[in-house]
């Protein structure tokens, strides 16, 4: 009888550490999932490589998912190369001929995948160009990212030819203060000043503005020959 009694406790007792040791486990093994915050296309960037396109699907799409071709030069990409055109932007891009005529920054003459003329569109709408025309040059300063589409896009952007189009984001008012100066010179006499400032303007945040433009002047390798550039970008949200 007292044996019995014994080996009945042991089982006893050893149950009782199993189940203080099962809620201890149970206890550490709690998950805490949080959401993960997703790129904006239309918001500035900390760094080279983009996530998400906008101009693909018209959507904040990831670029791994979206079924067609296309590059993302953001922000600090061009700051990183130093560009003064669009076309110079998008110099490292596959598939893209550009600066065939020079130095010359009059217009962004580019060619993909063979076919000249690529359209551009600004935020979403046409920048005035068609399959058969161009216009001048877009200062990449007032630019937040520029995508390249390769591939027809007519279904979505209407009137552009096969060989893909170009999407320009301007710089959008932001919650975070920005004040940025810019002064520089080099060859051909370049003098360049630029100014970039954004924040809220109300004290609850609500009211949000950005202002970025730019000046410049430099003569070209063509005697005779001077651009100047003048652009201001004023926006309100």
Do not use: C
């Not at 005779?224 to 309100?236: G, S």
Request: zero cysteines; glycine letters at 8%.
């Amino acid at each position: 009888m007292f044996k019995y009694n014994k080996i009945t406790a042991l089982w006893t007792a050893t149950l009782a550490v199993s189940s203080i040791g099962n809620q201890a486990l149970a206890a550490e093994e709690t998950l805490v999932v949080t959401a993960g915050s997703s790129e904006d296309p239309t918001a500035p960037l900390k760094g080279i490589v983009a996530t998400r396109t906008l101009s693909a699907t018209k959507t904040a799409a990831e670029i791994v998912k979206t079924p067609q071709s296309v590059s993302v030069v953001t922000r600090d990409q061009m700051r990183a190369l130093d560009v003064t055109s669009v076309s110079q932007a998008l110099r490292y891009s596959a598939g893209v001929f550009t600066e065939y005529r020079g130095s010359s920054n009059r217009n962004d003459e580019v060619f993909v995948r063979g076919f000249s003329y690529v359209p551009k569109f600004l935020d979403g709408l046409s920048y005035g160009a068609t399959a058969s025309s161009q216009t001048g040059t877009f200062d990449p300063w007032l630019l937040e990212r520029v995508e390249l589409v390769r591939g027809p896009a007519s279904v979505l952007f209407g009137q552009v030819n096969p060989g893909g189009l170009i999407a320009m984001t301007s710089k959008r008012p932001v919650s975070q203060p920005i004040h940025e100066l810019q002064f520089r010179t080099g060859n051909h006499h370049l003098a360049e000043g630029a100014f970039d400032f954004g924040g809220p303007l109300s004290d609850d945040g609500r009211l949000l503005y950005r202002l970025n433009g730019i000046a410049r002047t430099q003569n070209s390798q063509v005697e005779d020959y001077k651009e100047t550039r003048m652009a201001i970008a004023p926006a309100l949200t």
